[in-house]
């Protein structure tokens, strides 16, 4: 029994750790804590975003519409994910704090190809999957060297904030979050915050813990319009409705001419 909790233990815990809990009991130790708060909230976040995005997706397939996405901020979004997954992957760092990479570039790349899809570009929608699918292996498998990938991590930082500021950018142009999910959006801010302190836990690495700061700043300003915008018509509405009154108001009126002997 005491090799069974062990064990479990081992995914959460290093060996000094286990050793504070189960033979001296010392269930206040500070290090030990973090250490396990950190998996915790790393293995929850990737529990998390394996359905972050699925409420976006499913809201594509439901409404057979990509108005609002801006598939520029959609592309650039998924190029700081895919770059993200590959350098913690070929660095060797623990799954838990950039697992959840995984599920948000597959559930990020679906939305990208069902924009083109609903855009009118079915075969460009098809080349874009099959591409994507080839960068990936060729990202991971090897061929490409740590300082590409380290340079790529370098420029995640304006390209997360140019790409979620852009679809900020298009919310305010419209007056409407259009087809976003408040799910998702909402998700993906909370999980970028925690992320902060996964990061400055189990990685130490200052690029990822800058890159997640500023992934926090862009979430929290689409969270915010989300909630601006939640219950009021964008321009489009707002134009039509306004056309119906003037036609109703302009409208002449029948008189009764007079006959005149």
């Known amino acids: 029994m005491a090799q069974i909790l062990k064990t479990s233990l ?3 815990l290093n060996e000094e750790c286990i050793e504070t ?20 909230l790393g293995y929850g ?26 598939l520029i901020s959609v592309l650039l979004d998924l190029i700081a994910i895919t770059s993200h997954m590959s350098y913690n992957y070929v660095k060797g760092y ?29 075969a460009l929608s098809l080349i874009f999957c099959f591409t994507y699918a080839l960068i990936v292996y060729l990202l991971n498998c090897g061929f490409t060297p740590i300082n590409v990938l380290l340079v790529a991590q370098a420029f995640n930082i304006p390209i997360l904030l140019l790409g979620k500021l852009s679809q900020a950018w298009t919310n305010y142009k419209n007056a409407s979050t259009g087809q976003l999910s408040a799910a998702t959006v909402f998700l993906l801010f909370a999980g970028s ?31 915010s319009q989300m909630l601006y915008y939640w219950n009021k018509p964008g321009k489009g509405k707002k134009v039509k409705v306004g056309k119906i009154a003037s036609n109703t108001t302009s409208a002449p009126k029948k008189t009764k001419s007079k006959k005149i002997d």
């Open 10 to 12: 081992s995914y959460f």
């Open 94 to 122: 623990p799954f838990s704090a950039w697992g959840d990479n995984t599920f948000l570039a597959l559930q990020t790349a679906a939305i990208a190809a069902l924009v083109l899809y609903y855009g009118g570009s079915k």
């Open 45 to 70: 976040i990737i529990a998390g975003s394996i359905l972050v995005k699925v409420p976006q997706v499913l809201k594509l397939l439901n409404n057979k519409s990509g108005e609002g996405i801006n």
């Open 193 to 223: 915050l925690a992320r902060i302190f996964t990061s400055a836990q189990e990685t130490g690495d200052f690029m990822m813990i800058a890159t997640f700061c500023a992934s926090t700043f862009a979430n929290g300003v689409i969270a």
């Open 21 to 40: 809990y189960l033979i001296y009991h010392d269930f206040f130790d500070g290090a030990c804590f973090k250490s396990l708060l950190s998996k915790c």
